[in-house]
């Protein structure tokens, strides 16, 4: 017996695996290929994604004394079978024969992909009233027959946040840049942060999209950042981490100039004196290299900071610009808040520098000395003028003697050049003075010359050598 001498019956029995409905129909239209065998394949996805007049011809085999194999015809007449791009069906149904004496079961099963191709398996078998014919298992392929229309795009979004780690004041202040791409060209993507949904924008032309995200609220802890789409969403998480303390004064409470121990005066050594703004040096006593002090200074408390001790048991501390002149104490504590102890400085002002003689005070010395030198000059032309009459009056009286005439002569000579002399001195000093009293500025006070007195000194000694040899002429 042949498949094609089987009629189909009215009654017509079907089961199907229907897929998920999230995913999409797969392209409708005819599809054509062929079975294993090399026999055609044809059937329908229609336009609500049903897979419908499935034909093709198969084999089934008779096992008795002598095996006998049948062809079986699919004649196309399955029952509407829901398929979705991408994902496998399979389905049964069962047709008799009008004699009820005979049935056939039909099983097909595969996937039918977005882009329009197709493939799977099918089997039939028979129930014949002597022995059943059993059913050979084939595979086919098909596509749709003509162009397959563009599968509808996937979007897999992703997302990334910078920095991934911050502190709250950093999230406060810079805050953090949520990033996503492989959205939808244009699509609008909402931020939402640890579930509360802080703003939406719209992906660029490459779907790309970004937030920048600050808050003083959030706290720390693991924050999840999730940008969603109608095409999906996707998730990144980012850490928060408390602020470290501020720094801490040691100790914690500023101390009183009442804490300062009398017993522990001098247990440091500072400077004895210092200028605002100077730093210090400060020996600690006891304290170990590393070990972190904090230093005051009083009588207002006033701290100089944590500082370390180094490993030469010193530490160094800078006296605040505005601190006022006198006498204040700088104090130790050690890291546990015990007193280490304190030693007196003296804060002095700033050194500018001695007040020098202004430029009018030097001035008036140089004018003083130029002064006397005038008055040295004048002194030194009248005795050049006295040595000039001593030298005429002794050539007078000693004529004829030779000597004498000549002692007279120069006597004469002599006078005239130191009253020369002292004229030149006048002037030159003179006119030092002038100098020194227009430049006084750049001049310290000073005396008047020496070489004025020593002149008219040796000037007074020749007039009375040459009077002294004249009268002894005239007695001789």
Partial sequence: MTGAGLAMGAALAASALTPAAAASSPPAGPYAGETSAGDAVEFVIDERGALTEFSTVSTCTVYSMIPSTLVVIWPGANPPIDVRAGEPFAAEWVVETDTASASSEYELSGVVNADGTASGTGVVSMDLPVLPCVGSEFEWTASLDGEAPDPDPVYEPTATVSPAELTESELADSGV????????????????????????????????????????????????????????????VFSVTEDAPAPGTIPGEPPSEDDLDPALDGAIAVPASAEPGDEISIAVTG?????????????????????????????????????????????????????????????????????????????????????AADDAGEAADDAGEGSDETGEDSGEGTEGAGDAAESGESSDAGGEEQGEAGDGSQEDAGGSGHDAREDGADLAPTGGSPAAPLGFAALLMLGGAAAWLGARRRTA
Avoid: C, M
Avoid at 361 to 367: F, K, R, V
């Fill in 287 to 371: 304290a170990e290299p590393l070990d972190e002090v904090g230093v005051w200074l009083f009588s207002d408390p006033v701290s100089l900071g944590t500082q370390t001790v180094g490993a030469d048991g010193r530490t160094t501390a800078t006296i605040p610009a505005d601190t006022e002149p006198g006498e204040h104490e700088v104090a130790v504590w050690a890291s546990d808040e015990t007193l280490i102890g304190w030693d007196r400085i003296e804060i002095v002002a700033a050194d500018d520098g001695e007040e020098g003689e202004g430029p009018g005070e030097a001035a008036d010395d140089a004018g003083e000395s130029g002064e």
């Fill in 177 to 236: 840049t949520i990033s996503g791409e492989g959205f939808a060209p244009d699509s609008e993507v909402s931020l939402s942060v640890s579930g509360d949904e802080v703003g939406s924008q719209s992906a660029d032309a490459d779907g790309a999209v970004s937030f920048a995200f600050a808050s003083d609220a959030l706290g720390a802890g693991e924050h999840e950042a999730v940008l969603t789409a109608e095409e999906g969403e996707a998730s990144v």
